[in-house]
């Protein structure tokens, strides 16, 4: 049963530039989180997603950052025209929830390193 | 607003002896408490959680203990071991769905 993946592992990308960072859940999990970890610093939340649907986007800046979980294929994380403050390393994770349930623990993909230039 | 506090942002114990990390939070609607190791450049790694109905949960060398009245939370590592050294995140939860995070205890196990 593969983890969660994320790729890239590294991407490099220009001041200005987009990034799409990649998530595919473990498998049977339908819902996804992406955190961000600057340097120096712990996992802040971004945005919560289950199949189709932005459930909670509180963490996520309001512009030039955006994420999907389409009916196919795995969560985008994408964040337009890069600037070197966007530098950090992003994770995604996933979990199996029954309803409310809070006592699961979410599983995390090795996340992706985003460098601008 | 921190919502969750790891006020140690690094720890060194000697190898066999025992890891202490600590953890308090605010907010007193959160309900399971989770603890994750990450070693650099991987992700983090799910080691024990504990839900608020119980003070103490064991697995093997670790265990994490929650004290309700004080919202503090603790990971004992005993005995410590080398590979053991990682950076240790708190995380709580309060039956919706957002994992909140503290700012993470770097150990490191001297051999």
């Known amino acids: 049963n593969a983890g969660v993946m994320q790729n890239p592992r590294h991407l490099v990308r220009r001041r200005g530039q987009e990034a799409r960072l990649r998530c595919s859940p473990m498998k049977g999990h339908s819902h996804v989180y992406w955190y961000r970890q600057l340097p120096e610093e712990g996992l802040k939340f971004m945005v919560y997603l289950q199949k189709e649907n932005i459930i909670d986007e509180s963490g996520m800046p309001k512009e030039r950052f955006s994420a999907e979980f389409p009916k196919e294929g795995p969560s985008i994380l994408r964040i337009q025209q890069v600037v070197r403050g966007d530098s950090a390393a992003y994770f995604c994770?996933?979990?199996?929830?029954?309803?409310?349930?809070?006592?699961?623990?979410?599983?995390f993909g090795q996340g992706t390193r985003l460098t601008v230039v | 607003d921190q919502q969750v506090k790891q006020n140690s942002p690094s720890l060194s114990v000697q190898e066999g002896r025992i890891s202490i990390l600590n953890c308090d939070y605010t907010n007193s609607m959160f309900d399971y408490f989770l603890w994750y190791k990450k070693y650099p450049a991987e992700g983090p790694t799910f080691l024990i959680s504990i839900s608020s109905i119980k003070d103490k949960n064991e697995d093997g060398r670790f265990t994490v203990f929650l004290n309700k009245s004080a919202k503090h939370l603790s990971l004992h590592i005993v005995p410590s071991q080398p590979g053991d050294s990682a950076v240790y995140f708190c995380a709580a939860n309060s039956g919706t769905y957002k994992y909140i995070f503290g700012t993470g205890t770097r150990l490191k196990v001297l051999a």
């Open positions: 994770a996933s979990s199996q929830r029954q309803g409310a349930v809070s006592n699961t623990e979410a599983f």
